[in-house]
């Protein structure tokens, strides 16, 4: 490895790898534990997609596609970093679901600091933005990175709070931004100037392939990026089915602190936070009551430790064994990856081989915050 990084053959076919059909962050995984490398894992594919009902070809990237796209990503002076690199995030490593490839702009290096999400309303109120800018401000002044999404009102609030603190003589706060499409399409399309900012001073990332146009069905992702780069996530204001409380149950799921801001209960912008606090969120008011929550120190770098099934003939019998009870166990509702494997009663590679060959074969679907839905019933 070169400065932390996979020798390029195999970067270049793990890039391949998730950007191929039916590949998510669990069957990447679980492919790469079951065949070594990615190479194998793509050879691999089509063939697993047969066997579990699949009647249309299955699109395999090719190594024009990901050339491209590292073409692009370079042009554009950003880098690609893979999940077992040197720079991927620590935090965000331990994510059972952790995104196997983020594209980073700017200073990739503050994506192992220690950092706080800033979430809210888009129609933030007065004092909603007031309470961002103050807590951001101080949350840079106490050596942490702030982390929000690059949205209107109390994202876009935090970012500029942070960038205006400057810890050290003529340097900005640290804020990383992070977004649901390609970085090279900010979104909302008035925060590009902002966007632009960030990524000279600060880190501005996303799992999307370059050219991503965002959509609705990308933001869950943004949201997990946020709650599994940081120690914790505030939320001030955020209505009952905003993607702030989206953020927040994964940073619950993934064992980080939520704390939230108190607001009236006659505005509706303040429900989501206000139920947050219901259900045992911190009460917060000014930066000490993060402070006083936040775990100290930062956590070990992570030891990729892509599981699989790897094992002899019995292992594949056990497997077809067991290949019926998950089918049986999943509908169209999301349901968690850990409860499967537990109902399932079967070992977690076993569950997450079959997970990953009903993914291929279109049958099934995972979703941010380690959980699966069947797509169709066969």
């Known amino acids: 490895m070169s400065g932390g990084e996979l020798p ?41 997609a047969r066997a579990r009902g699949r009647a249309e070809k299955l699109r395999v990237a090719g190594r024009d596609e990901a050339e491209r796209e590292l073409g692009a990503l370079a042009r554009a002076d950003a880098r690609l970093v893979l999940l077992g690199e040197a720079l ?22 503050l994506l192992a600091c220690r950092g706080v999400g800033v979430v809210g ?17 101080e949350l840079v002044l106490a050596g942490l990175v702030v982390v929000s999404g690059l949205a209107r009102g109390i994202d876009a609030a935090a970012h500029r709070a942070a960038l205006a603190v400057a810890p050290h003589p003529g340097r900005s706060g640290p804020t990383i931004a992070c977004i649901a499409g390609g970085l090279d399409k900010p979104y909302p ?29 990308h933001f869950p992702r943004r949201n997990r990026l946020i709650a599994g780069l940081s120690l914790g996530t505030v939320v001030i204001e955020a209505a009952m089915q905003s993607g702030s409380l989206i953020t927040a149950r994964l940073a619950v799921e993934n064992g980080r602190e939520v704390f939230a801001v108190p607001g009236s209960p006659l505005d509706p912008r303040s429900r989501g936070a206000n139920n947050l606090l219901r259900q045992g969120a911190v009460l917060t008011e000014g930066i000490a009551d993060i402070l ?19 094992g002899g003939p019995e292992d594949w019998a056990a497997l077809d064994a067991i290949r019926d009870r998950v089918v049986e166990l999943l509908g169209p509702s999301p349901a968690p990856i850990d409860d499967l494997i537990r109902r ?9 081989t079959v997970l990953t060959e009903l993914e291929l074969a279109g049958r099934a679907e995972t979703l941010p915050g380690h959980r699966v839905c069947l797509l169709g019933r066969f």
Request: aromatic share 6%; glycine share 12%.
């Open 189 to 217: 399309p008035e925060n590009a100037p902002l966007q632009a900012e960030i990524a000279q001073v600060g880190c501005v990332v996303t799992e999307a392939p370059f050219g991503t146009v965002p959509q609705a069905r």
């Open 292 to 310: 006083r929550e936040l775990p100290p120190g930062t956590p070990a770098g992570f030891a990729e430790s892509a599981s699989g099934w790897g």
């Open 344 to 352: 399932a009663g079967a070992s977690a590679p076993a569950v997450l």
């Open 121 to 137: 309303a888009r129609n933030a109120s007065s004092n909603g933005l007031r309470m961002a800018e103050m807590l951001a401000g």
């Open 8 to 48: 390029f053959a195999e970067r270049l076919a793990r890039l391949r790898l998730i950007r191929s059909e039916g590949v998510g962050p669990v069957g990447y995984r679980s492919l790469l534990g079951r065949f070594g490398d990615a190479l194998s894992a793509l050879d691999a594919m089509p063939g697993l």
């Open 88 to 109: 991927y995030p620590p935090l965000l490593a331990r994510l059972p679901d952790a995104p196997p490839a983020l594209s980073v702009l700017g200073d990739a290096t």
